[in-house]
């Protein structure tokens, strides 16, 4: 499936024989977004942008500005699971144990209880953006979230568009840490970090994905 984010639908890529196509599977391109819930051909989405699992077979997320829907391909009904009207949702991910959906605003991490149906403040300070590291998860602040990935089932690495850095949240110690810290940062610019900047240098990272291939 792939979003097709100024048309506003959902497509699919169909490749047989050399021959590629891709038909529309949910919502209505060539027109208008907006925010309708109800059968796959009747929806309509507002620049759909990301896509990502859910916990139910055949199912999916569609990641919309302030919006996160649920597609569910078998049953070909769209509906949303949440709107955050306060900010722009920049990703998604299902924790690994499939019980929470994570999800990033420029500012802030939010856990989504998904058989509740709750959504809370997880991480970074109500109200506020900056970039600071903390010992208390609603007191660490952010600046420029882009990207969330679980590295394992009590560690969640997010990219930090705006300081060009990577930020880690440990579930277990409930602590937020910095690595790759910029080498063309000022440094007259009192910052507190985790780890040597030598690490690695990153300019304006965005999306995260694991790879067991890569050495």
Known sequence: MVTDYLKNCIRVVVRHKGDFKTPVIAGKCDEKGGYIDGNAPDARFEKPYRITASPTIGSFYIIEDQRIRIFNTILKIVSTLLHYPDSAIWDAILSPSEEYLFFVTSCHLYKHTISAGITELFAGTRGYCGRGDSHILHQAT??????????????????????????????????????????????????????????????????????????
């Not at 690495?157 to 409930?174: E, F, Q, T």
């Open 142 to 215: 952010f600046h420029g979230l882009s990207s969330l990935l679980f590295l394992n089932n009590f560690t969640i690495l997010m990219s930090d568009r705006l300081y060009s850095n990577l930020r880690i949240v440990n579930l277990c110690s409930n602590t937020v840490s910095t690595f790759c810290l910029p080498t063309w940062i000022n440094e007259d610019i009192p910052m507190s970090v985790s780890g040597p900047k030598s690490v690695c240098s990153l300019r304006k990272p965005l999306k995260l994905v694991y790879s067991s291939c890569l050495k």
